[in-house]
């Protein structure tokens, strides 16, 4: 019997042979070795790997990504873009002049209209402040101008307060009376109204700012002291108080220095928001209540360079120079016009005065000896005040006082006059733990006449 035969007899195969692999499952067999041999004349077919295609998947996911992110930003240009023309007063976009290489000028007005329910007319201007930036940008200012100020308004007979353009005659006279006061014109607007102020400030979530003193004005609100974030009814009263006589107590004057400072601080809020959403928000808010000839892009770039302005010392606060009277019954302030003009003519011709400069007063960081120093503490901690003041003594500081602050501060912060930016640098290493550098000068010359002025916040403890 052949093997043949013999297999065929005995099931099929021999008894040398293994008996035969019994797969369980498709997955049991995959996970069979299987014999290396290959039959003769058979090419091994090359088979593409998932790896080669991660490439062309992490192109594929840019480009969508990037064109998604192109698509955002063109939505967001136009939804800008879209809520401008709600801003626009033709009336009196055609007033203004055009920027031709002086100085650039904008007309700042808080008006009260809508104070009293029902009102109507375009009320008077309550908040009269220039934003002039002199030629060639490297420096700024603020510059307040009392509403009561007795000027002569276009087109009508006498004096009159300045406010009351205005109410004639709508921003545009307003803008006119304005370039006939300060010889300036006015290339750009912005006006608001009560409501569109608190509005605002609600928008950008608040207003960080530190009060010294709390207010309680029966007129205009409740201001409470210290590190705070202003809410839009908070910020209004801020801004409007004059008849609390403990915490304005010069009234209208120190109503002007709290605009001048308030607008700084929204400034510096609104340009530092990053979230689009955010900010869509805010343009939101501001198309349905400002009235302004300037674009979103225009307004954002704006408060950029005022706060690189501002970190350099280079960004000034002041009002109008002049004196109070009453003239038949009626109290008005009569401004100083040879000072006010030279108040002006550094941004005409944007050369910076001595006291911006620091030619005439700045004391060198190297001979400290002349420097006026006030060392405030801030906090409930007592001696630090004066721990501090020795501390600025070993390092050659001679002319320091030192005394309690009237409100608590959190961070500790540096106040300087005009023209001390170098000193305060110095003056805020030596004591160390990065301290906020402010240029201020009512808190500095004015208020504890002082060149520096240093308050010790709960964050130096």
Known sequence: ??????????????????????????????????????????????????????????????????????????????????????????????????????????????????????????????????????????????????????????????????????????????????????????????????????????????????????????????????????????????????????????????????????????????SHQRSPFKIMKIADVVSNTVKTDLTFWQMFTMGRKLQSLKKAGKLETASAPGTPKTINRAWYFILNTTAFEQMLSKYKTGARTPSQTGAATDVPTGDPTQLRVKVLNGTKTGGIAISTAKKLTAKGYEKITTGNSKSPYVRTTVYYAPGYDTSAQAVASAVGNAPAVVQNEDVTTNEYESDVVVVLGSDYL
């Open 1 to 270: 019997m052949d093997d043949f035969e013999e297999r065929l007899l005995g099931g099929g195969r021999s008894a040398a042979e293994p008996p035969p692999t019994i797969y369980k499952s498709r997955r049991h067999l995959r996970s069979y070795p299987r014999p290396s041999g290959r039959k003769e004349g058979r090419a091994k077919v090359a088979r593409p790997h998932g790896r080669r295609r991660w490439p062309w998947i992490v192109l594929a996911t840019c480009i969508v990504l990037l064109a998604a992110v192109i698509a955002f930003g063109a939505w967001f240009f136009i939804a800008l873009k879209a809520k401008e023309p709600r801003m626009r007063v033709a009336s009196v976009d055609s007033v203004l002049k055009k920027p031709d290489g002086g100085p650039e000028t904008t007309l700042i007005m808080g008006t009260d209209h809508g104070s009293v329910p029902g009102e109507e007319g375009p009320g008077r201007s309550d908040v009269l402040m220039l934003l002039t930036i002199a030629p060639g940008g490297n420096s700024a200012g603020f510059i307040s101008i009392p509403r009561d100020s007795r000027v002569q308004i276009p087109g009508h007979k006498g004096y009159d307060k300045i406010n009351a353009a205005h109410a004639y005659g709508g921003p545009a006279l307003a803008i006119q009376t304005v370039e006939q006061v300060t010889g300036l014109d006015v290339n750009h607007w912005v006006e608001l109204n009560f409501q569109g102020f608190k509005d605002m400030v609600n928008a950008v979530g608040g207003v960080h700012m530190n009060i010294p003193h709390a207010i309680h004005d029966k007129y205009a609100g409740d201001v409470p002291a210290g590190d705070v974030i202003l809410t839009g009814d908070q910020a209004l009263a801020l801004v409007r108080a004059r008849y609390d006589v403990k915490a304005v107590p010069n009234g209208d004057f120190d109503r002007q220095k709290n605009q001048r400072a308030f607008i700084e601080a929204m400034l510096s809020a609104v």
